[in-house]
């Protein structure tokens, strides 16, 4: 069977070539290291799961969901408040607060509810995949916003061309980022909201890393713009802040248009999230949030002992404000390498994973990504593996 035209658009898969890759080292006996995948490798918190258990054993709950449901309500309003708590903006829990059954879900969806073949949507290059292939699968025009160290990985509004900003239809933005795990203040974001308000393009903030921030720094939501709420959204998701990534949860806030356009696209596809993940939900936001803070600590002991590791061995990495990851520029002795190539021959030879950066798109070449998502000692041991290659003869 022929796939559609616009599944032959999309770029294969990153984490599929790193699964068969993988696969191919445990073949041989390897001992693989898995710092590919931004999988968060903690249990969900205690209360979240015992509310999950209690709620999936009554049969009420067991049936379709339905937004007018008491538990969708109870959940929006929940995200509503967390919402206030968290950045002072007031949200109305019915017309601007949107739960979704995982945030990749509703980005891949925004795209689907809104560009017709000839919008163009503007997507900084690297970014997180589905932010470009759910414009490639909505059969919309991709255009690239390079983002690098010169501009701090924040993308230059001044230099996208007129004819195309006349054709844009909506713009993506995340920070803290992934993969590049650059941050953005508010004047970055007043500068996003008033081009978006002066292009007519609509603006998708994805803020996925709001709790993992380290030193201080608090991450700015875009609605603490005045005006943004006329032109944007933003998606968060409950996989990092509450390690409920295989749940599936996470929700749309902002502009109400927008947000009743994406319902409606959904209402066709999916019936919602189980109601037992919904009640499970409520207990994360609303319940203590110590579980946050244990876990943030925990990734900053990851991250402090990471960047001094390698630094150890004469690899060099930003430290990084935010996110669980480290990207960093391929260690000079291999920088003749594609990220792929160098991935690949990690893998192969030490059994480390990292993800390459192209996985995020052709301007994240020259660069890899570390998720932090094992303990000190495997992180320690991935080190002492990088270190005899990076020793090797080549
Ligand atoms: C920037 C970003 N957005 C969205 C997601 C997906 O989150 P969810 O599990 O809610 O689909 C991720 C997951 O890694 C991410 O890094």
Redesign the pocket.
Known sequence: MDEANRMKRLPRYLFSIIDDLKKEARDRGVDIIDLGM?NPDQPTPGHIVDELCERARDPENHGYSRSIDSVECSLREAIAKWYGAKFGVHLDPDSEVLP?I????G?AHISLAFLNSDDIALVPNPA?P?HFNGVLIAGGILHNLPINEENHFLPDLDSIPLDILERAKMMFL?YP??PTTAVATKGFFNKAVSFAKKHRIMLIH?L??SDIVFDGYEAPSILQIDGSREIAVE?H????SYNM?GW???FAVGNAGILKSLAKTKGYIDFGLFKPIQYAAIRALTGPQGCVRKQVETYKKRRDFMVDALANIGWNVPMPRATFYLWARIPDKYSALTSMEFVSLLIREVGVVLAPGTGFGEYGEGFVRFALVEGEDRLAEAVERIKTILEMEV
């Open positions: 931004g979704l995982g945030s990749k879900e980005i997180y589905v995340s980022n992934n994805d996925a890393y998606f998701t409950l996989s990092k990534a599936r949860i996470g």
